[in-house]
């Protein structure tokens, strides 16, 4: 698997938010993965599981992980996340990582953003500098996670919609604005069922 895409493993678990942060675990061999290739053109990616769906560029591919993520205890920075959707550049060059939990009973949406935010700050970090910010994904106010290291730039999103958290991380070679552009009209493009 391209190197990129191993980084990202440890990276989205320091997601969030999706999240952001620093990895290197290949996914190869994941139980139950599935792959969705795309056509020579943009095609949309619907997801039954999580509810929402986003365009897939031309030449890009979808890898449905098996599992669900019932539980923050199965978050932990470096390791795959239970129900892991991957968009992937056929050179490597960039990713989408997203997934989505019901939120527990008795838990508010600020309770479970901060949770979230909270695992994603105590995953590796080295060699990056991270800021926040907030946006609008799909309709939903998102926070907005950038961790900016040496060779590789990872922005993750978090937020909730109709009783589940979700989290949408890119990460890409840093300076390849082009990649950064294709991800961010990925992220442009994710809505829900209900809307």
């Known amino acids: 698997m391209a190197q990129p895409l191993r980084r990202l493993a440890a990276l989205l678990t320091a997601l969030v938010m999706s999240l952001a942060s620093c990895?290197?675990?290949d996914r190869a061999g994941?139980?139950?993965a599935t792959d969705v290739p795309s056509s020579q053109s943009a095609s949309q990616f619907v997801s039954d599981r999580h509810s929402y769906h986003f365009e897939v560029p031309a030449g890009w591919k979808v890898t449905e992980y098996g599992g669900t993520w019932?539980?923050?205890?199965?978050?932990?920075?470096?390791?795959?996340?239970?129900?892991?959707?991957?968009?992937?550049a056929p050179d490597g060059s960039g990713f989408l990582v997203s997934n989505s939990m019901a939120i527990p009973e008795g838990m508010s949406r600020e309770e479970w953003l901060a949770d979230l935010e909270r695992l994603v700050s105590s995953g590796p970090t080295q060699n990056c500098r991270e800021s926040t910010d907030t946006e609008v994904v799909a309709?939903?106010?998102?926070?907005?996670?950038?961790?900016?290291?040496?060779?590789?730039?990872?922005?993750?999103?978090?937020?909730?919609?109709?009783?589940?958290?979700?989290?949408?991380?890119?990460g890409f070679q840093s300076g390849d604005a082009t990649t950064a552009?294709?991800?961010?009209?990925?992220?442009?493009?994710?809505g829900f069922a209900d809307q």
Do not use: K
């Open 181 to 190: 552009n294709t991800l961010q009209s990925v992220i442009a493009s994710i």
């Open 139 to 170: 309709g939903e106010q998102a926070t907005r996670t950038h961790h900016r290291c040496e060779d590789m730039d990872y922005i993750g999103r978090s937020l909730t919609h109709a009783g589940s958290g979700y989290y949408f991380t890119m």
């Open 70 to 88: 019932t539980d923050f205890a199965q978050f932990s920075p470096g390791a795959e996340v239970p129900g892991e959707d991957v968009l992937s």
């Open 23 to 25: 990895a290197s675990e």
């Open 30 to 32: 994941t139980a139950e």
